[in-house]
């Protein structure tokens, strides 16, 4: 926790304007409730895009997520304008959740808590394919809080939309600058420390067979873990701005993500998964061509991380 309490206090120093405040239990939430007695009654919500008329509902939504994230143990973070805010004073406000078995600290939880595996499998991954816990947290910790300084910095991170496609390339793109910023800080902490970007980018990878697409930064990671050109500096802002460059470059636009989506949606099937099992949102990637060659990308990437996992020489 002190490792937890320190980082937040640089983040802090960096934006005085900004309070960023840890949830980790429904007790600590509750304290909080109502958030227009705590944050004033002109509170708003910042990550989405949304006509004011509906200011009050996307604020009770967002409040019935952090339940449910804390519910469940998940990170997450949420960026709220707070001018009349009672006990703070800061106009602005990033409530954040964090992953509750990697709090805890045992050697294996940050391993099982990003691969699905059966626990013989598990128990039998060499040491060296385990994610690290302290070097998860803080990941986790940073790629939260960047989510809130990103909105803050360049506005909301979810346009309006109908297109459920759309909505997820949106929600890839803010998880790809989310992993691009929490990697340069993992690298300007632990300079070398590519073992760990290895070992997420292997869980990224096998998730896909879970059809979690919009978390698959493996590129990302790799492509990073293996550039020598990136800042070394420690400073919380000028990764911030190196983070935000980077992210023009690298992530993914809406018609690259749906080829992506497209070839997911054979690579998957190919691997065993049902498409039945699959959201109805994405049934539309049916009727899409998907590349040969990102088809062919992905299924190396998967059978090359299989490999790894299960030691298949």
């Avoid at 973070?77 to 001018?83: D, G």
């Avoid at 459920?164 to 300079?191: F, M, N, V, W």
């Amino acid at each position: 926790m002190q490792l937890v309490e320190e980082r937040i206090e640089r983040y802090t120093q960096a934006y005085p304007e900004i309070e960023f405040k840890l949830l980790f239990t429904i007790d600590d939430y509750e304290q909080l409730v109502p958030f227009t007695k705590t944050f004033g009654n002109d509170l708003s919500n910042l990550d989405y895009e949304h006509p004011a008329e509906l200011r009050t509902t996307l604020i009770d939504a967002q409040q019935h997520r952090i339940i449910m994230l804390l519910y469940n143990g998940m990170g997450s973070s949420t960026l709220f304008k707070t001018p009349s805010a009672v006990v703070t004073k800061k106009p602005y406000t990033c409530l954040l959740t964090l992953n509750h078995p990697v709090v805890n600290q045992k050697p294996i939880t940050s391993t099982r808590f990003m691969f699905d595996l059966d626990e013989k499998t598990l128990n039998t991954m060499p040491e060296s394919l385990h994610i690290d816990n302290q070097d998860f947290l803080l990941f986790t910790l940073d790629h939260e809080i960047f989510h809130c300084i990103d909105v803050y910095t360049n506005g909301p991170s979810y346009p309006q939309t109908t297109d459920p496609i759309k909505a997820c390339s949106d929600r890839a793109r803010a998880e790809s600058r989310g992993d691009i910023y929490a990697t340069l800080a993992h690298l300007s902490r632990k300079p070398g420390g590519n073992l760990f970007l290895a070992n997420l980018a292997n869980a990224r990878t096998l998730n896909l067979l879970n059809w979690d697409v919009e978390h698959y930064t493996t590129e990302i990671l790799l492509a990073l873990a293996n550039t020598s050109k990136l800042s070394t500096s420690e400073d919380i802002k000028t990764l911030m701005q190196q983070s935000m460059q980077l992210a023009e470059e690298m992530t993914p636009t809406h018609a690259e993500h749906l080829q992506f989506l497209a070839a997911a949606w054979h690579v998957v099937q190919k691997f065993g998964l049902d498409t039945d099992a699959i959201p109805d949102d994405y049934a539309i990637l049916a009727d899409e061509r998907p590349d040969p060659d990102i088809v062919k990308s992905l299924s190396n990437e998967i059978n090359t991380t299989i490999s790894t996992i299960y030691a298949i020489p």
